[in-house]
């Protein structure tokens, strides 16, 4: 497979939107600018990132489609788009908790057609990318899964929208972290930071759509790590924003003993 | 009753701390060095951590006596007591969650008499800080709880070691943070991130002491907040490493009838 790498304008990229989303005040972030492609409401926050997003690839005449949260699909006339989420943990940026990122992937057809993804930690800088053949990396460092140990740490989402079954899954773990942005989730557990990610909403309309994982697939992917879906079946999905699934992640497949 | 307020002390030393750890290399932070006074290995960011403090307490000359979780209570013969944790969320700091914190807190006898508190993110550099009867702020800005509305988000300790009461609890709410340090999570109630704070281990060795909580229940307290035990007491401990609580934090007395 031939792949033309574009690690160098993802990264400018990143870094813009990180540039931009900074600049808002933290009372601005929040407010609500307009209805999103994916029918939730876009903040403030999110479409400036949107916008410099849309800004780079035009300055560079980056020659991508775009799916993006808050405009959808753009269709360029390119066969490969950009997937993107300007924002991933919008409440946490708007609300003042130091943990989102900004998600960048390529590629076509569906998640198993993404070639390059970088996720960058829009509070810290560090930037997780991925190529399809080439492994992971964080902040140019190889990374890999970690093989399972006795204590382990569990992504998850939980609350009053989650299955109850998540809640039990999660008690299972000997530790929890919930950090409300789904791609540096998933890059944490490619990292070996966790063991796994878990998914369960109750309510279809809050699952993950491919803009929210796309890039942090491909890195756990390349990391050794692997995601099912509710069926245990490898996670695919088409690059549209119709479609979303629970989830989870995993370093090793050992812990979807855990999962069940 | 009269203060000595030791602002520029208390932030020259959290600078220090920061400085001191994020200049040891992430695989070096998780070695075992020495057993804590507190009963628990002492990690090697620990102890840099701490060796910064004493260093800076030594230089000033500050007439203080330390509480410390891994040296125990160094007596220097003063009225008033650093009551300090050095690294709150040694976990995230060695496997690289970017949440973790110093917190730093100035009194005698119990957690009533504590009149300084400061909390720094180790990973962003915010600083909380309030002192007795003068608000609490973050970075030099006024913060107060927030009012509950019908979104409310609890940051909670979750997974095998909790009670399942815990789950339940959580299970309430409509969003649910796990981020690893309590003292900023504490904080986070205080400046009205979130709405409540949850820690119920079923294992009493687990549950917080006072050098983790001393310095962020101040600032939830002049920010408008409460901290209550086990029996909805108010919250309270005797400066030492001996005791652990359980415990709930609020922002809103009219959250404590969602955490029964």
């Known amino acids: 497979m031939f792949i033309i790498l574009m690690y160098e304008e ?8 990180r540039k931009s ?3 808002v005040p933290p009372a601005e972030r929040g407010n609500i600018v307009a209805m999103g492609a994916d029918g939730t409401p876009t903040s403030h926050i999110d479409k400036v990132a949107e916008d410099a997003i849309i800004g780079f690839m035009n300055q560079r005449g980056l020659e ?3 799916l993006s949260e808050e405009c959808g699909f753009m269709d360029r006339g390119f066969p490969d788009t950009l997937v993107a989420d ?7 940026a708007c609300s003042g908790i130091p943990f989102y990122s900004v998600s960048l992937a390529i590629g076509k057809g569906s998640l198993s057609g993404i070639t390059e993804g970088l996720v960058m930690n829009l509070v810290t800088g560090d930037v997780f990318h991925a ?6 990396f964080l902040n140019g460092s190889p990374i890999k899964v970690k093989a399972p140990g006795k204590d382990r740490l569990l992504m998850a989402y939980l609350g009053a929208a989650a299955l109850p079954h998540a809640h039990e899954v999660a008690s299972r773990f000997k530790r929890v972290r919930c950090l409300g942005s789904v791609a540096l989730e998933i890059c944490s557990v490619a990292c070996g ?5 878990l998914i369960e909403y109750s309510d279809q309309r809050k699952t993950p759509r491919v803009v929210d994982i796309a890039a942090a697939l491909l890195i756990l992917r390349e990391a050794g790590g692997q995601a099912y879906d509710k069926k245990n079946e490898i996670l695919d999905m088409p690059l549209s924003l119709e479609v979303r699934k629970n989830m989870c992640a995993l370093g090793s497949e050992a812990t979807l003993g855990l999962m069940a």
Chains 1, 2 share one sequence.
């Open 21 to 23: 989303v900074s600049a």
């Open 64 to 66: 991508l489609n775009l």
């Open 131 to 136: 190529a399809k053949g080439n492994g992971a």
């Open 86 to 92: 300007p924002v991933d943990g919008t409440f946490n």
């Open 10 to 17: 993802l990264l400018e990229m990143a870094k813009l939107v």
């Open 193 to 197: 930071q966790a063991d796994a990610l």
